[in-house]
C-alpha cells in the first residue's frame, strides 16, 4: 500500500474488521459482496459516536434549499482542540445507499489539491490528499438539476485509528431543491442573531496572485488589486452572491475596479448597514510583508447587522473579483465569532465574456449569473487545467475578533482571551541614521519572548542595502524593545488598561441638533483590585441639516474618513455624505457631499527607490466607450544603488460616453417599371434602415429615389385609344399566366405585413425594439430554405439615465 495512500481509505481497511459486533449478520454479508470503495464509506455508519459535535459540516450561507445547477462552498471543521487526520465528504441523492454512481447527486470541485484530492477507488467522494493535522478543509459543490429532489452531504472524519460518521447532526447536511415558487429567494441565512451587545473585528487581506503562483499569461506591468469596498450588514441586504446578478455597483468593482458606485449603493441602505468596510488597493499585486504590510480594515457588527461581505477586482481581467458574501459572525451559542479564515478562488460577474486578463471589453449580454471560475471554462483562460484541476488560491482573507462591547449573552465560553495590544501605530522616533548608509523598511515586530506579564523582549531587523561613504559607519540592522505578553500593562499597578474608542454612534436626529454617543471598554483591571473610574462613555451634540424646512436640502451624516492618501509625511484624506432629499421647490441642492483636510504620517525615511510623484492619468486611449490610461513616475535615486523593483507605470480602464452610431441602410432596389405606358412618366427605388442612428451619429440619408422615364409616344385618335388598351389587357392577361405557370412550377415564399414595434427593453441608457414579418405561404418545395420569418431591431430610448 502506498506511503501516500489516504489515511480514511487505510484505516477504514483496519477498523472495520474491529467494529464487526457493532453490525448485523445482513450488514457484513452486504459489506463482504460489495466490491466498490464507496459502499464501504457506507457500511462503516454503524460505528458513529451519538452526541459527537466536535466536528461539523457547514454549507456556505447554511441555506435549506439549493438552486440546481449553482456553486456551495462546503467546509468541514474541528472545533479546537479537536483535529482530524483524514475524512471523507459525499454527496447522495435522499434515499439512495451509494453503491451505485446514479445514488450521488452533484458534483465536488478541489479547491486547494494540498489539502483534498478525489478518492481513487470512489471518484465521486472527495479525501484528504496526505495524512497531517488538519481543522478544516474546503471544497465548491456544484448542485444538480433539476428534479433531483433533496440531496444529503455526508463526512466520516478520521482520528488516530478511530472512524466518526454521522446520520444525522453536525457531520450530515441535508439540502433540498428549490422549487419554482420560491425562485428568487436567498439562499442566505434566515435565523435571527441572539448574541447581545456589539463585536468590532478586522479584515486582513492577503493577495496570493503572483507571476511566481500563476505564471499563464501573467501581467507583469499592471497586475494589482483594487480597493476593497463592503459591508456589515443585515439578512435584508445582499451585496452579492453566487448564483446572484451583479448590481452595477459590483459591475463597476468588477470590470473598471471603482469601489464608487459601490459605496453609494451600500450607503443607500443605511438601516440595513451598520459599517461601510473599505481598504486601499496594491500595486502591485503582491509584495513580501515585510515591505508592505497586509491591508486591513475595521467593522463592527450588531445583532440586527451580524453578516459581512466584501469584494476586490483581481486586475487586469475582464470582470474577475474574489470576496465573502454574507459571512455571518453570530453563533449559533448567541455568542461572537472569534476567527474566520478563507481561502479564495476568482469569481466571474457575469458581465463581460473575456477569457484572458487583458481580453477587449466584450459585455455579456444578456447578463449571466454570478459563478466561480473553473479549471475548464476557456483553453485561453489563465487557470484553464484540460485535466480540470483545482484552481491555485489567489488570495486568502482572515476576520478576527478584537473587541465586544455591551453586556454579553453566550453560554459558551470563549477559547481564547479578546484582550489584544492597543492598535494605534506608535510613534517613530527621530532616525539619526546616516544619509550615506542605505537600508531596507524595517520588519514587522515580533512576538513577545514573554508570554505572561514578565518583562521580555521584541526584535526587528532591516537590511544594509548600500554603504556610499565606507568611513561612515552605518548603525545596527537590529533593534529591541521590551515588551510584556497581551493583555499586561507595564504601568503601575492602580492603573486601568483601555480599549480604544468605538465609532460615534448615528446622531439621533435625521434634522436639527441631537446627540451621539460611543463607547470604550476596559482591558485591563487595577492589579491593586480597585475600581476603575476612566469613563467608558463619551456623549456630544451633533448637526445633521441644520435647515428643515421643505425648501431645504436633507443629507446624511458625514461618513468615516477614507485613509491618509499618503503612507509618510503630509497627505489629503475625504469623507463623504450624500443627499437624501432635494429641495420640495425643485432648486438645485448646494450641500457639499465631500469634505477633505490635511492628514499627517510618520516622516518619511531614505529608502534605495528614489522616486517622483505619479504623472497625471493620460487620456484615454480611445475617444467613446471604453479604454485604457496610463501614468508614469521616474527613478530618481543612483543607478549604484542597485535594482529597484517598484513599477513605473501603471494603467487602469477608463470609461467615456458612448461612441456615436451612424445610420446604417441596406442597398437601393432596383427601378419599378415606368408608370405610364406611353409618354412621360417616373420610377422609384427604394432602401430600408438597417440600424437606426444613436449617440449622434450620422443621420440616415434619403430612402425612396424619383427618376423620370419616357415611353414611346401616345398616338391620338379614339381608334388607336382602344388599340392601346387592348394591348395593354393582352400583355397583363400574358404576364398572369407566365407567374401562374412559375408558382406551379417554382413556389415563392409569401409574407405577412411587418408587425408593430415593440415597447422598448429599458426607460433610459439605450435599449432595444424589435419587430418581425411572419411568413404567410411556405414553399413545400426543399430548394427554398430562404423562406424564414424575419426580425429587424432598432436602438430606443438613447438619452442617458
Same mark, same amino acid.
Given at each position: ?73 462546503? !467546509? ?145 506591468? !499592471? ?279 468605538? &465609532? ?89 457631499? &465631500? ?102 451619429? &450620422?443621420?440616415?440619408?434619403? !430612402? ?98
Amino acid at each position: 500500500m502506498s506511503r501516500l495512500q489516504p489515511l480514511a481509505l487505510r484505516l477504514l481497511a483496519l477498523t472495520v474488521p474491529l467494529v464487526a459486533k457493532g453490525f448485523s449478520d445482513e450488514t457484513l454479508e452486504k459489506a463482504a459482496k460489495s466490491e466498490g470503495y464507496c459502499s464501504r464509506i457506507l457500511r462503516a455508519q454503524g460505528t458513529r459516536r451519538e452526541g459527537y459535535n466536535e466536528f461539523s459540516l457547514r454549507v456556505e450561507g447554511d441555506p435549506e434549499f439549493y438552486k440546481p445547477g449553482n456553486s456551495y462552498r462546503v !467546509t468541514l471543521s474541528a472545533a479546537t482542540p479537536a483535529y482530524f487526520r483524514g475524512f471523507t465528504l459525499i454527496a447522495l441523492k435522499e434515499g439512495k445507499e451509494g453503491d451505485k454512481e446514479e445514488d450521488h447527486a452533484g458534483t465536488f470541485q478541489i479547491i486547494d489539491e494540498e489539502e483534498t484530492q478525489f478518492m481513487s477507488n470512489c471518484p465521486v467522494a472527495v479525501t484528504e490528499s496526505t495524512p497531517r493535522r488538519r481543522t478544516r478543509i474546503q471544497v465548491f459543490w456544484t448542485a444538480p438539476p433539476t428534479g433531483t429532489g433533496c440531496v444529503i452531504l455526508k463526512a466520516s472524519i478520521v482520528q488516530k485509528r478511530i472512524i466518526y460518521f454521522q446520520d444525522e447532526g453536525s457531520l450530515t447536511k441535508k439540502i433540498c431543491e428549490q422549487d419554482s415558487a420560491s425562485e428568487g429567494v436567498t439562499d442566505k441565512p434566515i435565523l435571527d442573531c441572539c448574541a447581545c451587545g456589539t463585536a468590532k473585528y478586522r479584515l486582513t487581506f492577503y493577495g496570493n496572485w503572483s507571476e511566481k503562483t500563476h505564471p499563464k499569461d501573467f501581467p507583469r506591468r !499592471t497586475n494589482h488589486w483594487s480597493a476593497i469596498i463592503g459591508s456589515s450588514h443585515s439578512k435584508n441586504y445582499i451585496l452579492w452572491e453566487y448564483g446572484g446578478y451583479a448590481s452595477e455597483g459590483v459591475k463597476q468593482v468588477a470590470e473598471l475596479g471603482s469601489p464608487v458606485k459601490m459605496e453609494e449603493e451600500i450607503r443607500q441602505q443605511s438601516d440595513e448597514v451598520l459599517t461601510v468596510i473599505k481598504a486601499k488597493a496594491q500595486w502591485p499585486a503582491w509584495q513580501p510583508l515585510n515591505v508592505r504590510a497586509a491591508p486591513s480594515a475595521e467593522f463592527s457588527v450588531d445583532r440586527h447587522r451580524h453578516l459581512m461581505s466584501f469584494l476586490t477586482m483581481l486586475g487586469p481581467s475582464p470582470d474577475w473579483n474574489v470576496g465573502l458574501s454574507a459571512e455571518d459572525l453570530c453563533t449559533k451559542d448567541c455568542g461572537w465569532v472569534q476567527k474566520v479564515v478563507q481561502d479564495l478562488i476568482p469569481w466571474d460577474a457575469g458581465t463581460d465574456s473575456g477569457v484572458t486578463y487583458e481580453s477587449p471589453n466584450k459585455p455579456t449580454v444578456p447578463q449571466e449569473k454570478i459563478r466561480p471560475l473553473t479549471s475548464l471554462d476557456h483553453p485561453q483562460s489563465p487557470f484553464y487545467d484540460p485535466e480540470g484541476g483545482s484552481i491555485k488560491l489567489v488570495a486568502r482573507v482572515v476576520i478576527e475578533r478584537i473587541a465586544r462591547k455591551g453586556e454579553q449573552c453566550n453560554i459558551v465560553p470563549d477559547n481564547i482571551d479578546d484582550i489584544v495590544a492597543d492598535l494605534a501605530p506608535e510613534e517613530k522616533e527621530e532616525d539619526d541614521t546616516p544619509e550615506t548608509c542605505i537600508y531596507s523598511n524595517w520588519s514587522p515586530w515580533s512576538a513577545c519572548s514573554s508570554s505572561t506579564c514578565e518583562k521580555g523582549k521584541r526584535m526587528r531587523q532591516r537590511m544594509l542595502k548600500a554603504q556610499l561613504d565606507l568611513s561612515v559607519p552605518c548603525p545596527d540592522t537590529q533593534d529591541f524593545q521590551p515588551c510584556m505578553g497581551p493583555g499586561c500593562s507595564d504601568e503601575d499597578g492602580s492603573t486601568c488598561m483601555m480599549s480604544d474608542w468605538i &465609532t460615534w454612534s448615528p446622531c439621533s436626529v435625521s434634522c436639527g441638533m441631537g446627540t451621539r454617543s460611543r463607547e470604550r471598554y476596559v482591558k485591563q483591571f487595577p492589579e491593586d483590585g480597585s475600581m476603575c473610574k476612566v469613563p467608558t462613555e463619551e456623549t456630544e451634540k451633533c448637526v445633521v441639516n441644520e435647515e428643515c424646512s421643505p425648501s431645504s436640502c436633507l443629507v446624511t451624516e458625514w461618513g468615516e474618513w477614507d485613509e491618509c492618501s499618503a503612507s509618510c509625511g503630509t497627505g489629503m484624506k475625504r469623507r463623504h455624505r450624500m443627499i437624501k432629499m432635494t429641495p420640495a421647490d425643485g432648486s438645485m441642492c448646494k450641500a457639499e457631499t &465631500t469634505e477633505a483636510e490635511k492628514c499627517m504620517m510618520p516622516e518619511c525615511h531614505t529608502i534605495p527607490c528614489l522616486l517622483s510623484p505619479w504623472s497625471e492619468w493620460s487620456d484615454c486611449s480611445v475617444t467613446c466607450g471604453k479604454g485604457m490610461r496610463t501614468r508614469q513616475r521616474m527613478l530618481k535615486s543612483a543607478a549604484e544603488l542597485g535594482d529597484c523593483n517598484e513599477e513605473l507605470e501603471q494603467a487602469e480602464k477608463c470609461m467615456l460616453p458612448e461612441c456615436p452610431i451612424d445610420c446604417e441602410l441596406t442597398e437601393w432596389s432596383q427601378w419599378s417599371e415606368c408608370n405610364t405606358s406611353c409618354g412621360k412618366g417616373h420610377m422609384i427605388r427604394t432602401r430600408m434602415i438597417k440600424i437606426e442612428p444613436q449617440f449622434g451619429g &450620422t443621420a440616415c440619408p434619403e !430612402t425612396v429615389q424619383r427618376t423620370k422615364c419616357r415611353v414611346r409616344k401616345c398616338l391620338r385618335g379614339p381608334g388607336m385609344e382602344k388599340r392601346r388598351w387592348k394591348e395593354a389587357r393582352e400583355k397583363r392577361r400574358s404576364e398572369q399566366a407566365k407567374k401562374n405557370i412559375d408558382s406551379e412550377q417554382y413556389p415563392v415564399c409569401r409574407l405577412k405585413p411587418w408587425t408593430a414595434w415593440t415597447e422598448c427593453s429599458t426607460l433610459c441608457g439605450g435599449g432595444i425594439q424589435e419587430r418581425y414579418m411572419m411568413v404567410k405561404k411556405r414553399s413545400k418545395s426543399t430548394q427554398f430554405t430562404s423562406c424564414k420569418d424575419k426580425k429587424e431591431l432598432r436602438a430606443c430610448n438613447v438619452h442617458p439615465c
